[in-house]
């Protein structure tokens, strides 16, 4: 049994950490939030960059580290236990895992080194109003490589380069890819829960939009990306729920109430041993679906979202209860504790929200025991 | 990452495999499983004889106690094989899991030397006499009383909650030695004949209506100070090895699951249409789904660590308290699932024969055995998370003066 990481899997994950801890301080984390000309950390993202991390999962012919979906699950966990504030999740996620998906050899060629570089920052550009994505939301048109329609709202689209957009065509539904630098592109930030990552509004209007897979594909391999980010989004989601457990710990452990540490009365425990209890369930299945990312396996649909579900549930918990068990001053400003609030809810929803997820696998179920 | 054996892992399966497919008894249909059967019984202790022989019964101990001197990765691996055939029922899994370690670990050469082989080898089988009527989560509250008579003690008192009182030939037994000391300071462990005169053993009768339990009393019984399992006064330290060795033996559920709920919902209907359409309903099933795998891969992370050569971390102990609850709310749904019919306990009527009425009425059981939902939450919040004990009002009083209530 082999079912963990690997010694050298650790080391990279403790070398990871070690770099963010000098790099991605609570400080970093809050001069995004506090300054709204500000969609991320660009120091950060020019650290993370040099490291190499973005191309961790990119083939060395492609100018990435070629070392696989584990040793990047294993960076998204200390993405998300520090709540980095850069587009990584965009890029690298959604952006890099939809080319080396679907993309042609050429797609392949131009975009991978660039992403690989820091030179490109994606964008995965699918629901255009409230609720779960379905293909009869979709208005975006692509006519003659011309794409019209609005996207809203696209994680990191006020600073990509180059989005994925699902959009109609003569073909049904496909995937395109389009710049985002060139005419027929508008971009609005928007307001949103959690303004450590950016969010936007894209508007096309007759935007040149390449295609991006086989034609009327588009829902099932946005599906497939989704899939793919799934697994990745559940480590970061594993990851800021274990960081939010030791703050609610430290807390209750330093702070008195009745003449003695919080920590010491049951109500608390049983609150803690429940974040924990949560977060290691959740550590396990996502342990499962990169197992099936990394292998390509047929479970991956069944696994992705078990550790979605997981996921998102422990990181919501954990982040909630950590600020309930921090009392009145969870609830400030200045205690980060509605840093991680925030991050669950971001989370939680970017790729879908549990309630679709939870379907997802249900449905996967269904079709598994009818085989 | 990946599923895979180890070479050395995959050859120690193929040979375990091999010689279980040689060895292990074919189903003979006159076993009923109840171990108050003597053919049942008889069974079970010439299986266990078989695996002592070749090696496979407590394959972690030494040799020379009549185990098979392996590593613990072995005992998962054999443990694997084993659960794929129908072998005999196992009445020594608190013995070998708890009793027996404990008398390896606190006792006399004397008793090792005495007990710990055929112990091993099926041939006498123990039972744990810790719990009793006010000492449950609280088990350094027993009151069953040892009084010093010369080189004898003699025993007096009950203990509750005892699996297997009945066809066990020794007990382990936990007893208040000094109650004017406090209350973890004045206990000490014994070993005893539970065939002797003074030992009485009452089956309880639970809610499920099986009697896997019982109570034993205690009426002047008289034993040798030889033995003692430890020093006097040392009881509750040598407990915390037994203790520490139930946590792991108590493993999860079983029975009635996701699957099954979702079998039931594909032949059920309700007010709006096939209850498998239901989203309230699906919406469960995958939030049982994603706590059962969780479970199941939390359990592969510790055969990995074990398989590594390493100790297995803290996650381990979130089994019992996810899976007890887990039983208990899926039966519940099925029930409701069932509607009217879920009343039927009938194995004939009830659909799946009965699998959701059985478990709902099991899981009370498992979410109290081996440490209540509660405890086992106060553990992982000191053990694993090192929050302080809870204030403790009886910590430093003598024991005759800690109040009792009712």
Known sequence: MNFDFSDDQKFLKSEARKFLDARCSMAVVR???????????????????????????????????????????????????????????????????????????????????????GEAIGCFATVE??????????????????????????????????????????????????????PG??????????????????????????????????????????????????????????????????????????????????????????????????????????????????????AAAAARVSASEAFWFAAKENLQTHGGMGFTWDVDCHLFYRRAQQLGLVAGGAKAWKERLVSQLERRNAA | MDF???????????????????????????????????????????????????????????????????AAWQSVIFGQEEARFETPANPFAIGLGMCVPTVMTAGNEADKERFVRPAARGEEIWCQLFSEPAAGSDVAAARTRAVRDSEDWVINGQKVWTSGAHYSDFGLLLARTDPDAPKHKGLTMFW?????????????????????????????????????????????????????????????????????????????????????????????????YVQAEGLKYTRYRTMTALSRGQTPGPESSIGKVVSATLMQDMAAAALELEDQFGIISDPRLAPLGGAFQTALMSAPGLRIAGGT??????????????????????????????????
């Open chain 2, 192 to 288: 005893i004949d539970m065939k002797a005169p003074g030992v009485e053993v009452r089956p309880i009768h639970q809610m499920s209506g099986a009697s896997n339990f019982n109570e034993v009393y205690f009426t002047d019984l008289r034993i040798k100070d030889s033995q003692r399992i430890g020093e006097v006064g040392e009881g509750w330290r040598v407990s915390l090895v037994t203790l520490m060795n139930e946590r792991l033996a108590i493993g999860g559920g079983g029975g009635a699951g996701h699957r099954q709920v979702l079998k039931l919902a594909g032949e059920i209907a309700t007010l709006a249409g096939p209850a498998i359409r239901d989203a309230g309903l699906r919406e469960k099933i995958a939030d049982w």
């Open chain 2, 4 to 70: 895979n054996d180890t070479p050395e892992e995959a050859a120690y399966r193929a040979e375990a495999r091999a010689w279980l497919q040689a060895h292990a008894p074919r189903p003979t249909g006159k076993i009923d499983n109840g171990l108050d059967d003597p053919v049942s019984m008889d069974a079970s202790r010439a299986w266990q004889r078989e695996k002592a022989d070749a090696g496979y019964a407590c394959i972690t101990w030494p040799k020379q106690w009549g185990g098979g001197g392996g």
């Open chain 1, 129 to 182: 109003r409230p609720g779960v994505l379905t293909e009869a939301q979709i208005q975006a048109r692509v006519e003659a490589g011309k794409l019209t329609g609005v996207k809203i709202p696209v994680t990191d689209g006020d600073v990509a380069d180059l989005a994925v957009v699902v959009a109609r065509d003569a073909g049904g539904t496909s995937l395109f890819l389009v710049e985002l630098a060139g």
């Open chain 2, 373 to 406: 939902d509660e405890i086992l939450r106060n553990i992982i919040a000191e053990r694993v998370l090192g929050l302080p004990q809870d204030v403790r009002l009886d910590k430093s009083v003598a024991f005759k003066d800690i109040p009792t209530g009712r």
């Open chain 1, 31 to 117: 001069g995004v939030l506090d300054d709204p000309a500000k969609s991320h950390d660009a120091a950060l993202w020019k650290a993370v960059t040099e490291q190499g991390w973005l191309g961790a999962a990119i083939p060395e012919e492609h100018g990435g580290l070629g070392l696989g979906h584990i040793e990047l699950c294993a960076i998204a966990e200390e993405l998300g236990r520090c709540l980095a504030p850069i587009p990584f999740s965009s890029t690298v996620y959604f952006l890099a895992e939809a080319l080396m998906l679907a993309g042609s050899p050429d797609q392949k060629a131009r975009w991978l080194p660039k992403i690989a570089a």
């Open chain 1, 185 to 302: 592109v508008a971009r609005e930030t928007l307001q949103t829960l959690d303004p450590t990552r950016s969010a936007a509004r894209l508007s096309f209007s007759g935007a040149a939009a390449e295609p991006l897979g086989e034609p009327g594909e588009g829902m099932a391999l946005a599906e497939a990306v989704l899939y793919r980010a799934a697994v990745l989004l559940a480590f970061e989601q594993v990851g800021g729920a274990d960081r939010a457990l030791e703050m609610g710990r430290d807390y209750a452990l330093g702070r008195y109430a009745f003449g003695r540490p919080i920590g010491s009365y049951q109500a608390i425990k049983h609150k803690l041993a429940d974040i924990y209890i949560k977060t290691e369930l959740a550590r396990s299945n996502a342990y499962y679906g990169a197992w099936a990312l990394s292998a390509g396996a047929a479970e991956l649909p069944v």
